[in-house]
């Protein structure tokens, strides 16, 4: 079976951290795109990050920039987010997601991804 599953989320103060992971299942992750993407409530969806696992740059949402890092460890076929210096603004649901794999750098357009995990639940509050 084809899918993408997350995990990682949960509660932590401000300037606390995360790792979140998202496993691939039925597919490698040695050619892919992959992209974060969180909706907090009563807001939009927004990219987060993304990679293109054949060692293109990867991308960021200028406001976190620095704080946050993507990563993919291929023996695992995961892609991780590893989320530090975490305000209150970041909570939100986050979802990882595949799209194909061109040969180009990654996108931050929700729309060019077709494969979506659950999403996991990331709160910061003190």
């Known amino acids: 079976q084809v899918q993408l599953v997350e995990s990682g989320g949960g509660t932590v103060q401000p300037v606390g951290s995360l790792r979140l992971s998202c496993v691939a299942s039925?597919?490698?992750?040695?050619?892919?795109?992959i992209g974060w993407f969180r909706r907090a409530p009563g807001k939009e969806r927004e990219a987060v990050s993304c990679?293109?696992?054949?060692?293109?740059?990867?991308r960021y949402r200028d406001s976190v920039r620095g704080r946050f890092t993507i990563s993919v460890d291929k023996p695992k076929n995961t892609v991780f987010l590893q989320m530090n210096s975490l305000e209150p603004e970041d909570t939100a649901v986050y979802h990882c997601?595949?799209?194909?794999?061109?040969?180009?750098?990654?996108?931050?357009?929700?729309?060019?991804?077709?494969?979506w995990g659950q999403g996991t639940q990331v709160t910061v509050a003190s």
């Open positions: 997601a595949d799209a194909p794999a061109d040969g180009m750098v990654c996108d931050l357009d929700p729309r060019e991804y077709e494969l």
């Open positions: 990679i293109e696992t054949r060692n293109f740059p990867a």
């Open positions: 039925g597919f490698s992750l040695n050619v892919a795109k």
